[in-house]
């Protein structure tokens, strides 16, 4: 069976946040001048989740199982997001975290990513079993805009789910810009991508020509 827009779009989310982890786990990752690696995978992790529990979740809770699902999802979510700021509180000197070590932070972070993955699979495919494909595009669609949009920390000790959840996403997206911008926290722009931006991702998802092809120039 092939997967679907979705199944595919968080495949390549997952990558990312792998491939963003492998700097930010390096030991030169705590130099000054290599902390923007670390702020890379964290908020860019931190939006993915906001971003899925506002976007995902909702269609999730209508499965037949689905109240189950999205309590352990919720459940992991705000595990990892305390993992990320014990990270995150290491790299800036927070004296709160100091007694904790690299390799412990690390080791819960990569324990708590392989859950997230196993989940968000799951519920791409059981969302894509009850969902015609139209449906699934536009979720997939709804999904990586929203990452765009979302909060780039993590707050496990606030609302996740429902309007309380998607209104504290909101205003946690302002306080963090703010926050981002005095402290000159470096976010990438280049990892979320718009499905309707000319990006690899989105020719692959809509099955588009790449741009400077053959095909498209025709």
């Known amino acids: 069976m092939t997967a679907s827009t979705l199944e595919l779009a968080l495949t390549y989310e997952h990558a990312r946040i792998r491939e963003l982890a492998g700097p930010a786990q390096h030991p030169a990752a705590a130099h000054p001048d290599r902390r923007h690696q670390t702020d890379w995978f964290y908020a860019i992790a931190a939006q993915h989740l906001a971003a899925a529990e506002d976007i995902l979740l909702p269609r999730v809770r209508r499965l037949p199982d689905g109240d189950e699902l999205v309590t352990r999802y919720v459940g992991n979510a705000k595990e990892l997001e305390r993992s990320l ?3 995150k509180g290491r790299q800036y000197g927070d004296s709160r975290m100091q007694d904790l070590s690299s390799y412990e932070v690390w080791q819960s972070i ?7 993955e196993l989940l ?3 519920c ?8 015609d494909d139209a449906e699934v595009n536009t979720l997939t669609e709804e999904l990586l805009e929203a990452e765009e949009v979302a909060p780039t920390r993590a707050h ?6 429902g309007m309380a959840g998607r209104l504290a996403h909101r205003m946690w997206r302002m ?5 981002d911008s005095a402290e000159g926290r470096v976010i990438p722009t280049k990892y979320h991508v718009h499905p309707k931006r000319d990006s690899a991702l989105s020719h692959y998802l809509y ?3 790449l741009p400077g092809t053959e095909e498209d120039a025709k």
């Open 110 to 116: 990569d324990r708590l990513l392989a859950r997230h």
């Open 175 to 179: 306080a963090d810009s703010a926050w």
């Open 156 to 161: 496990p000790y606030s609302p996740h789910t």
């Open 207 to 209: 099955g588009t020509p």
């Open 85 to 87: 700021r014990f990270l």
């Open 120 to 122: 968000e699979t799951t």
């Open 124 to 131: 791409s495919q059981r969302l894509s079993e009850q969902l």
